[in-house]
C-alpha cells in the first residue's frame, strides 16, 4: 500500500503486488474509501466511510470489504489507536475508543472516555495499551490510562505531576508489560523518565535529570532500557 499525491483535493491510496495490472487505488476495491483518510494494522485497511458514519475495512489477505455504516449517524473521524492480541483498536472523535476484527460483528465500541487522547503506546502483545488522556475532570487535566479493549478493562492508572501538559508526554514504549515514557518538565527544563506497571504506585520517575528530545526512543536491551 502507498499514497500518492494527485491533484485532486486528497491523495489516493493504492496498492500493488509489483505488477501493472495489479496496481490499483483501493477505492476502485469500494467506492466507500473516497478520498477519507486510510489506516493499516497488519492486513487490515480501514477508512471512515464517505459520509463519515460509519467504517470500511479491507482484508489485504483475501479482498473481503466491509462496511459497518450508521455507527451513531453522526459525523465522526476514525483513526488508528492501537492493537491488544487479535484485536485492533479504534479511535473515533477522539474521545471513543472502539474495537474490531474487521468485521461488523467484532466492531463494537468500547467506551466513550472524559476526555481526548494526546499520546498512546500503540501496539501490545501482551498487556495492556497505554494512553494519555488530556480531561477536565480529573486533577490537573493529564492523566495516564490504559485499555485492554474490554470497558471493564479501561481505565484511569494515574494523575501526572501538575507540571505536566499535552504536549509534554511523548516516547510512550511498552517494554516487558510495562510502560516507559518521558514527560518534559517545563519548570526545570528537563526531561524524565517514568515507569508504570499498570498501577498508581507502580507509576513513578526513574530519573529527573536528563535532557531527551521529542524524538527519542526507548528499547529493550541487555536485561535493561
Known amino acids: 500500500y502507498f499514497r500518492t499525491s494527485e491533484f485532486r483535493p486528497e491523495p489516493r491510496v493504492w496498492r500493488t503486488d509489483g505488477t501493472a495490472s495489479g496496481t490499483i487505488p483501493i477505492s476502485s476495491l469500494s467506492s466507500e474509501f473516497g478520498t477519507n483518510s486510510v489506516f493499516y494494522s497488519d492486513n487490515l485497511v480501514f477508512s471512515d466511510t464517505a459520509d463519515h458514519h460509519g467504517i470500511v475495512f479491507l482484508d489485504g489477505l483475501t479482498d473481503q470489504v466491509t462496511v459497518v455504516k450508521d455507527l451513531d ?3 465522526r473521524y476514525t483513526e488508528l489507536f492501537g492493537t491488544v492480541g487479535l484485536d485492533t483498536l479504534l479511535l473515533r472523535n477522539g474521545n471513543e475508543i472502539w474495537r474490531t476484527r474487521g468485521t461488523a460483528e467484532s466492531t463494537q465500541l468500547v467506551m466513550i472516555i472524559p476526555g481526548t487522547v494526546t499520546a498512546a503506546s500503540r501496539s501490545t502483545e501482551e498487556g495492556p495499551l497505554y494512553f ?3 480531561s477536565p475532570v480529573t486533577g490537573n487535566g493529564i ?3 490504559k485499555t485492554d479493549g474490554t470497558t471493564d478493562g479501561t481505565g484511569l ?3 501526572l505531576p501538575a507540571y505536566a501538559d499535552i504536549n509534554s508526554v511523548h516516547a ?3 517494554i516487558d ?3 516507559i515514557f518521558a514527560l518534559d518538565n517545563a519548570t526545570t527544563g528537563k526531561s524524565e523518565v517514568w515507569l508504570s506497571d499498570g498501577t498508581l504506585s ?3 520517575p526513574l ?3 536528563l535532557i531527551l528530545d521529542r524524538t527519542a526512543t526507548f528499547v529493550a536491551y541487555d536485561g535493561g532500557i
Request: proline share 0%; net charge negative.
Open 202 to 204: 507502580g507509576t513513578r
Open 73 to 75: 449517524n453522526v459525523t
Open 177 to 179: 508489560e510495562k510502560l
Open 157 to 159: 492508572v494515574a494523575e
Open 143 to 145: 492523566a495516564l490510562w
Open 207 to 209: 530519573s529527573t535529570n
Open 172 to 174: 510512550l514504549t511498552d
Open 132 to 134: 494519555i488522556l488530556n
